[in-house]
């Protein structure tokens, strides 16, 4: 039996971003079963591995349709986007990262994001 997800939270930001952000929207729509689960560590790797210069990786938002976990280290000041963070993942990224919120994603209009899953 296929079921979507049944917190209120999660629906009510799939709802905000459906509009604009079809894809992260879907994401979050996904069972929990498959909900995504991202340590620091990848986000990291991942911005490493960007083919960008440096200013331009810093001015990317982000997204992390699932929550982030504390395993690992981010060394850079990055705005962060995601539906919740582990209690050391918050206490790691509070200290150097800009922690936003879907209605954040929305209200500016990002359109330069970067989306881990």
Request: hydrophobic share 40%.
């Amino acid at each position: 039996m296929k079921k979507g997800p049944e917190r209120k939270d999660i629906i009510d930001a799939a709802k905000i971003l459906w509009k604009d952000y079809k894809n992260i929207a879907k994401i979050l729509l996904r069972p929990r079963r498959k909900r995504v689960a991202v340590n620091l560590e990848k986000i990291e790797k991942v911005m490493a591995k960007m083919k960008l210069p440096e200013d331009e990786k810093m001015k990317k938002v982000i997204v992390v349709p699932g929550k982030i976990l504390g395993k690992g280290e981010i060394t850079k000041k990055y705005k962060i986007v995601a539906l919740s963070f582990s209690e050391s993942a918050r206490k790691k990224l509070e200290k150097i990262a800009d922690l936003k919120d879907f209605n954040w994603l929305v209200n500016q209009k990002i359109k330069d994001y970067v989306l881990i899953t």
